[in-house]
């Protein structure tokens, strides 16, 4: 799923390419992209693009006479910068948004269709898709570990929910608990103002200097590879291969269709976390520290 520094940066080039151009109109592929009908999409056409910005992980594209395009893109959506009129007979694509100069084209890989578009016809229905979670970068570290101490979740699920903290998936939170040198399943009541510090510092490096490093490999281009998966990252996606920091070998614990990777040496004080299904499987066998695997 694309996150903050992903969305931060497509919000940069469609701010380039798209306020001060009018929108034509409308094609979906599928009608179940659309997800609200007050006001029908017909309203948003022939408006010109005033601004664009963020909710979290949406994409707003703000429209004269207060309407907001809100475009989610979950976890396989794409978004493209194509000539006019492009052709949207293949599988991937959702919809076009035709602007007076180009079209803005919508994909999503696989056969789950969880993109989603909305149109909010004011401000007030705009704030209604704000979750609340704090903006990290703008924020001090008192405020960042109120955040953290509202309950008593791991890291991991803590960075994760959108009420608690801005834009912040499962990719840029494995590269932060890694820059922190903290476990993804420490309790957040059980952190000290060390810890909490820490953290907010790695927190705002990662999430800048991801932002930075995408910006600049677009060059003034539309980005296109947009992945959770970079090879220049530490941990997250690198199951097996050696921990930038100390050379161990990076683990992964797997849940649902998601998996967190760490570091057992640089932050669990090499002790194995439980992979639950495997773990369950194995019993006593299954090793409790990295030095049991070497």
């Not at 994409?59 to 492009?86: F, N, T």
């Not at 696989?110 to 909305?118: C, I, P, V």
């Not at 810890?195 to 790695?202: E, F, Y």
Request: hydrophobic fraction near 40%; proline fraction near 5%; glycine fraction near 10%.
């Amino acid at each position: 799923m694309p996150e903050l520094p992903d969305i931060t940066v497509y919000g940069n080039a469609l701010r380039e390419r798209l306020v001060g151009h009018r929108l034509v109109e409308t094609r979906l592929r599928t009608p179940f992209l659309l997800r609200s009908v007050v006001p029908p999409l017909a309203e948003a056409h022939g408006r010109l693009a005033t601004k664009v910005g963020r909710i979290g992980k949406r994409i707003v594209v703000s429209l004269e006479g207060d309407y907001h395009l809100v475009i989610h893109l979950m976890i396989a959506g794409r978004l493209h910068w194509k000539p006019p009129h492009p052709k949207i007979g293949g599988k991937m694509t959702l919809a076009a948004f035709e602007f007076d100069h180009g079209a803005l084209v919508l994909t999503e890989a696989g056969t789950k269709r969880r993109a989603s578009l909305h149109l909010a016809g004011s401000t007030a229905a705009l704030a209604e898709f704000d979750r609340g979670g704090l903006d990290v970068a703008g924020s001090t570290v008192e405020e960042f570990g109120r955040r953290l101490a509202a309950g008593n979740h791991t890291l991991k699920r803590a960075l994760t929910d959108p009420r608690a903290f801005d834009g912040i998936g499962n990719a840029y939170s494995d590269e932060i608990l890694h820059r922190a040198r903290l476990s993804p399943l420490k309790l957040t009541h059980s952190l000290t103002p060390a810890d909490v510090a820490g953290l907010h510092q790695a927190a705002v490096r990662v999430l800048s200097e991801w932002t930075e490093r995408l910006e600049a490999d677009r060059a003034g281009a539309f980005p296109e590879g947009v992945t959770a998966f970079r090879p220049e990252m530490a941990v997250h996606g690198k199951f097996g291969q050696p921990c930038p920091d100390c050379g161990t070998a990076v683990q992964r614990i797997r849940y649902a269709d998601n998996e967190t990777n760490y570091c057992a040496r640089c932050q669990t004080g090499g002790r194995l976390l439980a992979d639950r299904a495997l773990s369950r499987l194995l019993k006593q066998d299954w090793p409790r520290s990295i030095d049991e695997l070497d």
